[in-house]
């Protein structure tokens, strides 16, 4: 998880707080697809303003289109249900001296926004066993779309001739009714609509998972075996940690706290209880290493 890693797609991590992932996330191994209406950016949480276009001489004058932009914007975001993480950036060299930089775990804006301000902790996944089993889990209530968040920012004015992801195109909805056209135009600007935010947002490297599910329940998502480590906040307690080390006890996984020395982040590799078992001269070489590393 931390040593010689080389491949930026291999892992996700999630940073959530302390609480939430003793009582909910270890505890019962599962994750919740949040609603994407409940997200802190604008732009998802808010009703989408579509405009109304037509290729034709269709008259838009009867259509209401306050009322024809609230149904497609409700149809597209009040079935979706949104998971998401950050990722590591690339290149990383193997050299976790220089990579601790660019990786998702490393992020301060996203302990001090999503973490408790540095007391939560960021759940590390294997990206490949994630994927897996969202769409085993997941596939059958419906869509699924996963990938990268890009970053743009762009201006209130748009061209409505290239830019038509906010557009309601009359004369494919009259053409194909109003069930159809929800599917086509989310098929069509799914990437402008759900995996792009404005660039202030960028330092979040995020990957994100949405399923579109026609259910009022809860959608948890039963990790099995994708959980690959634990980091703990600078902040984290001491209690909390315990907790979570319980837990995890016999799980095989990574555990390690962040520890920041001046503007300096680096691994509380002195803390002998995030290695169980590894003792005496082995762990004494693995401090030496480290440290010379570091040096």
């Known amino acids: 998880m ?35 209406t409940g997200t802190n950016d604008p ?5 989408w303003d579509f405009d109304l276009g037509t290729n034709g001489t269709i008259d838009l004058g009867k259509y209401d289109m306050r009322e024809v932009s609230r149904w497609l914007s409700g149809e597209l975001k009040e079935r979706a249900r949104v998971a998401c993480f950050s990722k590591d950036t690339a290149p990383l060299s193997g050299n976790h001296l220089d990579d601790i930089f660019r990786r998702g775990y490393c992020k301060p804006r996203m302990w001090a ?17 994630l994927a897996q089993l969202v769409q085993s889990q997941f596939g059958p209530r ?3 779309l996963a990938g990268p968040v ?23 909805l009259e053409t194909v009714g109003r069930n159809q056209y929800v599917a086509l135009h989310l098929r069509t600007h799914y990437q402008r609509l759900f995996f792009e935010k404005m660039a202030d947002w960028r330092d979040e490297s995020e990957w994100r998972w949405i399923v579109f599910a026609d259910t009022a329940d809860e959608l948890l998502l039963d990790l099995e075996d994708s959980i690959a480590g634990v980091m703990f906040g600078e902040a984290c307690e001491e209690k909390a940690i315990t907790e979570v080390m319980k837990i995890t006890e016999s799980w095989g996984i990574w555990r390690m706290g962040l520890k920041w020395k001046n503007c ?7 803390n002998l209880r995030y ?4 003792m005496g001269t082995q762990w004494a070489k ?10």
């Not at 732009?43 to 009703?47: G, L, N, V």
């Not at 960021?122 to 990206?127: G, P, S």
């Not at 300096?264 to 002195?270: G, I, Q």
């Not at 693995?286 to 040096?295: E, L, N």
Request: charged share 25%.
């Open 275 to 278: 290695v169980p078992g590894v």
């Open 150 to 172: 890009t970053y743009v920012d762009r201006s209130v004015v748009r061209n409505l001739v290239r830019d038509q992801a906010y557009m309601i195109n009359v004369d494919v």
């Open 264 to 270: 300096s982040p680096w691994y509380d590799y002195a």
């Open 113 to 129: 926004q999503y973490a408790s301000k540095h007391a939560g902790v960021c759940i590390v996944f294997e990206r490949a066993k």
């Open 2 to 36: 931390i040593e010689g890693v080389k491949d930026a797609d291999r892992y996700l991590y999630h940073y959530t707080t302390a609480e939430t992932a003793i009582a909910f996330i270890l505890k019962n191994k599962s994750l919740k697809f949040g609603r994407y």
């Open 286 to 295: 693995h401090v030496r290493d480290a440290t010379k590393t570091s040096s």
């Open 43 to 47: 732009k998802e949480a808010k009703t």
């Open 142 to 144: 419906g869509p699924i």
